[in-house]
């Protein structure tokens, strides 16, 4: 599986810290506001973004995941729904099979504990056991919004135990 590294140049030096890289890019430096929770394995992660976009459907996530990953980072704007859980283990092994690194959701997930076992990243607003519909409303966009910011597909994402920052 390709790593951040092996792929297209990164505004991201390897190693480099949320806070560091806000030092050295200043306002290209862009910091996600949401109250994200971290519940992958996988902790500290630089990798390109692409966008979904899905209200309590997780359809358009699985079919997302179920594509290459290619080392990126699966950025999902749910609307910030905390009623159904957008990912959940089987997803996540999905696109960890499939070469996903992680996913940023604003929305919830479930089996968290499962979650944390996982060398994948998953950030979202909070844990809910309920899982979301598989009907396939929403689906990949070239650019989303996620708490205030502009994300777009390919913009790098830099997350630690600081938080979250895109560099487009």
Known sequence: MPRWTDMAVSPIHPGEATADLCD???????????????????????????????????????????????????????????????????????????????????????DAAALAQLDFAVLALGAVPQRAAGTGQGGAQAGIALGGLDVAAGDWALLDADGLVFVR
């Open 24 to 110: 050295r890019l200043g306002a290209q430096a862009r910091v996600c506001q949401l109250p994200l929770q971290s519940y992958g394995g996988l902790r500290a992660l630089a990798a390109p973004s692409a966008c979904v976009q899905s209200f309590e459907d997780a359809g358009p996530l699985r079919a997302l995941l179920q594509t290459p990953g290619q080392g990126r980072l699966l950025v999902v704007d749910g609307g910030g729904s905390r009623r159904v859980a957008l990912l959940g283990e089987r997803m996540a092994r999905l696109g960890l099979a499939n070469g996903w690194r992680g996913a940023i959701i604003d929305g919830a997930v479930r």
